[in-house]
């Protein structure tokens, strides 16, 4: 006899956007049977069924809206009708705007809540100002999860219950892991969206720096977003067109290929004047596990990865020139760029498996659903 699967409500305000592909793993790699929603905060859409049907409202429904009682809309009554129908028992909410506006239908029809914490909405100001601090969410989820250590301790410092919150960083898809670069080029290579907290143009004018000594030497940056034009245009104004490429979005596949023959990968994170942060970025996992040093900043959960020295190089925020120093070494010493890469795949697959980030989640899903029923 077959065991009867966990049904498990996954909701994201997107459906397949390139950038999150930690939340494509979990969603194909966690146990159970996982229903799919996304279209927004509130979700609009059931993967592979479509638009949520919106059911006609009730006469006795109208008329408490016109007396001024607080009722739910047909979005959020259509979504409620699905959960219900797939008899779903826990809700794995992508984002903590997700989760607050969830939580109100989750107590409705009492589904457990576990609320997944990513980055710009564990730092954002106004992101947790406008969720009210999120006093709604931690009081309702069973777990929250965070992605770095100063992402958990800044939830705590919100008034998340400290026994709820769970440190559980991603973890790359298994095969960057079995990959064996060739250090063949004098390349780097990063990927990212082009967004304030990436700050794609400190690596450009830090890289300027380098081609001055190594004029030889390649930058490759991947991925889109609203400061891809400025950083072309930086590019041209210094005159370094022809040893730096911006390809756009980039697939796993090419990213592969980029980081085989590639010499570091690299990225300046930041903490934007929103207060925009990382939470622990997929690329520096993928890019280290695929045995390539990581040269970045003491941003967030970057440190919790990439140890200074030993399996990579980190650099404070905002420091161009040391930042291009870092290349310079690198540059000019292939062995000890092989010798970070390799001790940094060896602590990835030591510590930061996308099969133990999945292990964490499923045992959460289990406990939650247990206790519920």
């Known amino acids: 006899m077959e065991l009867q699967r966990n049904k498990?409500?996954?909701?994201?305000?997107?459906?397949?956007?390139?950038?999150?592909?930690?939340?494509?793993?979990?969603k194909n790699g966690l146990n159970g049977t996982i229903y799919y929603y996304y279209?927004?905060?509130?979700?609009?859409?059931?993967?592979?069924?479509?638009?949520?049907?919106?059911?006609?409202?009730?006469?006795?429904?109208?008329i408490k809206r016109k007396l001024g009682f607080k009722t739910f809309n047909a979005d959020e009554t259509a979504f409620m009708q699905s959960?219900?129908?797939?008899?779903?028992?826990?809700?794995?909410?992508?984002?903590?705007?997700?989760?607050?506006?969830?939580?109100?239908?989750?107590?409705?029809?009492?589904?457990?809540?576990?609320?997944?914490?990513?980055?710009?909405?564990?730092?954002?100001?106004?992101?947790?100002?406008?969720?009210?601090?999120?006093?709604?969410?931690?009081?309702?989820?069973?777990?929250?999860?965070?992605?770095?250590v100063a992402m958990q301790e800044k939830l705590i410092q919100l008034g998340c219950p400290k026994e709820k919150v769970l440190y559980n960083p991603c973890g790359p898809h298994p095969s960057f892991v079995e990959m064996q670069p060739a250090f063949s080029e004098p390349a780097f290579i990063g990927l990212g969206r082009f967004v304030d907290k990436k700050a794609p143009?400190?690596?450009?004018?830090?890289?300027?720096?380098?081609?001055?000594?190594?004029?030889?030497?390649?930058?490759?940056?991947?991925?889109?977003?609203?400061?891809?034009?400025?950083?072309?245009?930086?590019?041209?104004?210094?005159?370094?067109?022809?040893?730096?490429v911006l390809p756009g979005i980039l697939t796993q596949e090419q990213f592969k290929n980029y980081l085989s023959t590639s010499l570091a990968f690299v990225q300046h994170s930041v903490t934007a004047l929103s207060g925009d942060q990382e939470g622990t970025p997929v690329a520096v996992l993928e890019a280290s596990a695929a045995?390539?040093?990581?040269?970045?900043?003491?941003h967030v959960g970057i440190p919790d990865v990439i140890i200074d020295g030993e399996t990579g190089l980190l650099v404070a925020e905002h420091d161009v020139s040391a930042m291009a120093e870092?290349?310079?070494?690198?540059l000019g010493n292939r062995e000890l760029a092989m010798q970070l890469g390799k001790k940094g795949k060896?602590?990835?697959?030591?510590?930061?498996?996308?099969?133990?980030?999945?292990?964490?989640?499923?045992?959460?899903?289990n406990k939650v659903i247990k206790k519920n029923e």
């Open 291 to 298: 045995g390539l040093p990581v040269l970045a900043t003491f």
């Open 83 to 148: 959960l219900k129908k797939n008899k779903i028992q826990v809700i794995l909410a992508q984002y903590g705007p997700t989760a607050d506006r969830l939580v109100k239908i989750c107590k409705k029809i009492n589904i457990p809540l576990i609320t997944h914490f990513h980055g710009y909405d564990a730092s954002i100001k106004v992101v947790i100002e406008n969720c009210n601090n999120y006093r709604d969410v931690f009081a309702y989820s069973t777990y929250v999860i965070a992605v770095s």
């Open 201 to 244: 143009y400190y690596t450009i004018l830090a890289f300027s720096q380098v081609l001055q000594q190594y004029p030889q030497a390649l930058l490759i940056i991947g991925g889109k977003g609203e400061l891809y034009e400025v950083c072309h245009n930086l590019i041209r104004y210094l005159k370094i067109e022809n040893s730096v």
């Open 39 to 62: 279209g927004g905060v509130l979700p609009l859409y059931l993967e592979g069924y479509g638009k949520l049907m919106l059911p006609s409202i009730s006469w006795v429904v109208k």
């Open 8 to 26: 498990i409500a996954m909701v994201s305000p997107s459906h397949n956007a390139y950038s999150e592909t930690f939340i494509q793993a979990q």
């Open 346 to 365: 060896e602590r990835i697959k030591n510590n930061f498996t996308m099969e133990r980030h999945l292990g964490k989640i499923d045992i959460l899903i």
């Open 326 to 330: 870092k290349m310079k070494l690198l």
